[in-house]
């Protein structure tokens, strides 16, 4: 028998602790798993079709995009990651992930199922690995983390000239800082306690007063762009698929919270 959990249905109950994961556990460990242009999980953001999990602990994800015409790297990069994912979880035997619906399914599948890294999936076409544009799209979630930290402080009356002098240990607990923390930590950046609130996210060097203001600026303009491009992500991926909530899914307005 095969334990599986479907878009629009509830997934089983996690499996028991000497035999293989329930799909539960495997949505738990694709949480991890986020678009790296949007930041978000691809559980939030209905990204996941489906979830089966075998009694010998084979488990197969499918998942689907906006758009048929997806951009492929950030496609493959999440693929990838979900393979990664899924694998590490304890309990499974072997990971198939299958991304539907999309131009580049049969070389991105293929690509990641012979773990053969975006350049050789795509031969000829792609001119190098995605690392480089993961720390890209990491470097602007810094931003918008730094933004999404700042503005209650702000409007809690906090001095904006006192916020390149703050450290990360001095900034009440949230959500908001813990994944601050670790989008910097992911990017070799300081998110120890005593780090600085304000920093380049390229360079790692604190934010100086004299350019606090456009710093602050970048940060709220990068914030929203990122909100606005998933708010228009949802909408095309509920028109494409009827209104058929994935596996995970999260609106919004929830997932802001």
Known sequence: MTVSATS????????????????????????TVRDPELDEPVTSLGFVASCT???????????????YFCAPNFAFLMVADAYDA????????????VLEDHFASDAINGGVAARAGFAQSFDGEAVGELHELRA????????????????????????????????????????????LRERRAELGLPAGDDAWLLIDPKTGEPVRPDSLRMHLGRARLTRTSLEANGSICRGMLEHRYDNTAGLGHKPQAEEDQ
């Open 8 to 31: 629009g249905s509830r997934s089983a109950g996690p499996g028991g602790a000497a035999g293989p994961p329930g799909p539960a556990r495997v949505l738990a460990a694709l949480e």
């Open 53 to 67: 999990v075998t009694p010998d602990g084979d488990a197969q994800v499918r998942l689907r995009l906006p758009t």
């Open 86 to 97: 899924v694998s590490a979880t304890p309990g499974v035997r072997r990971a198939e992930i």
């Open 136 to 179: 890209d799209f990491l470097r602007k979630a810094v931003m918008a983390g730094t933004d999404q930290v700042c503005r209650p402080l702000l409007a809690a009356g906090t001095d904006p000239a006192s916020l390149p002098g703050m450290t990360l240990g001095e900034v009440p607990p949230s959500a908001a800082l813990q994944r």
